[in-house]
């Protein structure tokens, strides 16, 4: 039985930003692969102030620009592919990185890049002391 090593598989740079899973509607539009214009409504599955990570039917090439559309705000932005990842259920992850940082975009507050749940301002909820 051969054992897989307990090494990560990518080990890139730190993020820029905190990545967010969270569900945004959206709206891609640009050119596809073969260059046929495309627009499709989908939803993020992470954000950050620097992009999203989508899950798109149109097969996108690296570094294509295309533009993204906030379904809620209508604002719209430039963003290039900056990610291809594995298709699944007929669907490509694609990583969206926008032309410039725009945390303002998704309209969330993001954490602070070293908050982590063990962290002591992320101390579980306890009913308030009653004082004797």
Request: aromatic share 6%; with cysteine.
């Given at each position: 039985m051969?054992?897989?090593?307990?090494?990560?598989?990518?080990?890139?740079?730190?993020?820029?930003?905190?990545?967010?899973?969270?569900?945004?509607?959206?709206?891609?539009?640009?050119?596809?692969?073969?260059?046929?214009?495309?627009?499709?409504?989908?939803?993020t599955?992470?954000?950050?102030?620097?992009?999203?990570?989508?899950?798109?039917?149109?097969?996108?090439?690296?570094?294509?620009?295309?533009?993204?559309?906030?379904?809620?705000?209508?604002?719209?932005?430039?963003?290039?592919?900056?990610?291809?990842?594995?298709?699944?259920?007929?669907?490509?992850?694609?990583?969206?990185?926008?032309?410039?940082?725009?945390?303002?975009?998704?309209?969330?507050?993001?954490?602070?890049?070293?908050?982590?749940?063990?962290?002591?301002?992320?101390?579980?909820?306890?009913?308030?002391?009653?004082?004797?």
């Amino acid at each position: 039985m051969a054992q897989v090593p307990n090494t990560p598989t990518h080990t890139g740079a730190k993020r820029r930003s905190q990545r967010v899973l969270m569900q945004v509607g959206i709206r891609i539009r640009g050119k596809d692969a073969q260059g046929k214009d495309f627009e499709e409504f989908t939803q993020t599955l992470a954000i950050n102030a620097h992009g999203a990570l989508v899950l798109l039917t149109a097969r996108l090439i690296s570094g294509a620009a295309v533009h993204m559309r906030h379904n809620k705000t209508e604002e719209e932005q430039e963003c290039h592919v900056a990610f291809l990842g594995p298709v699944r259920g007929g669907k490509a992850e694609i990583g969206l990185e926008f032309t410039a940082p725009r945390p303002t975009f998704w309209r969330v507050a993001f954490p602070p890049e070293d908050w982590t749940p063990k962290s002591p301002e992320a101390r579980t909820f306890s009913s308030p002391r009653t004082v004797k």
